[in-house]
């Protein structure tokens, strides 16, 4: 009887092992075949998608909804940091993204908002321009800076029909890469007085504000286009014990334009506004 017993049990396990051998081999062959299908489906994407949209031999950068005050030069250099990641390649969502991250480590952008593709060979930019406040003469470099005093790169230049104040003689060197903010509680003082006094029809006659009597007596000054020198005096908001108040200020020179046409009455010397009783001349 256990011989026989012996005999069925080996003979099970024999069914089994090659049942066990064929069901392995099957889904062995199965997988194979699943990784050749997925292999050539890849390959075919890969060439039809190259088909239809071969790699770009040139490229047109549109920015949309540009600020006026855009040069040429800003134009044609933000064109040269956005170009080499699009050119050589299909246009496809990963040049289109090393384009944008391109964009935003230029500093020339607030925030860009989109890099999309507009046609064959057009790409178009949306995003905030930072826009230059003044420039500012600093050992004989001309530096732009935005309302924050945060200092722009090389390369960004706007059109010269833009009116920009310059400032003169900071006290503190600029700081050593672009995007950074210009040190010193003279150019905050600066830029104060220049939001002060940016939407008055006299503004464009106001061609810097030197900083140089800062430095000893915390004295502003504007300088006009005749090269006349009025005293502001403190820092907006800030004002010393009898000095006049910064809107006191500004209505005496909106008074200068409006009975003379000019917010220095064509006086080519020194006018000083920071008594609060009296302007003086000499």
């Given amino acids: 009887m256990r011989p026989v017993i012996e005999r069925i049990s080996s003979l099970v396990h024999a069914v089994g092992d090659r049942c066990t051998r064929r069901t392995l081999s099957s889904w062995f062959g199965v997988l194979l075949l699943g ?24 490229v047109t950068i549109r ?11 800003l134009h044609g250099h933000l064109t040269g940091i956005a170009a080499p990641w699009l050119l050589h390649t299909p246009l496809d ?16 952008f607030a925030e860009v908002l989109q890099v999309r593709r507009a046609g064959d060979h057009v790409v178009e930019i949306e995003g905030r321009f930072l826009k230059p406040a003044a420039r500012v003469l600093d050992e004989g470099r001309n530096l732009l800076i ?16 833009s009116h920009l ?6 006290n503190y060197q600029p700081p050593e890469h672009a995007g950074h903010r210009w040190p010193g509680d003279d150019m905050a003082a600066a830029l104060l007085l220049l939001e002060t006094i940016d939407d008055h029809s006299w503004y464009e006659q106001i061609t810097a504000i030197d900083l140089t009597e800062f430095r000893v007596r915390q004295q502003l000054v504007l ?18 014990p009898m000095e006049a108040m910064s809107k006191d200020k500004i209505q005496r020179l909106d008074w200068f ?7 220095d009455q064509h006086h080519r010397g020194i006018i000083d506004v920071t008594d609060a009783g009296i302007v003086t001349k000499r």
Avoid: K
């Avoid at 920015?63 to 855009?70: G, H, L, N, Q």
């Avoid at 969502?93 to 020339?108: F, K, M, P, Q, V």
């Avoid at 409006?258 to 917010?263: A, D, M, S």
């Fill in 223 to 240: 300088v006009t286009d005749l090269g006349t020198r009025i005293l502001w005096g403190s820092m907006p908001g800030r004002e010393a």
């Fill in 257 to 263: 334009h409006t009975y003379h046409g000019r917010v």
């Fill in 35 to 58: 990784c050749g299908i997925l292999l050539a489906l890849t390959l075919g994407g890969n060439a039809l998608r190259a088909t239809a949209h071969p790699p770009a031999e040139s």
């Fill in 93 to 108: 969502r990963t040049a289109l993204i090393n384009a944008r991250e391109a964009l935003i480590a230029s500093g020339c």
């Fill in 165 to 170: 104040l310059q400032i003169i003689a900071p």
């Fill in 63 to 73: 920015f949309v909804d540009a600020p006026a005050w855009i040069g040429d030069s």
């Fill in 146 to 161: 935005d309302r924050e005093g945060f200092v722009l790169p090389d390369g960004y230049r706007v059109d010269n029909s």
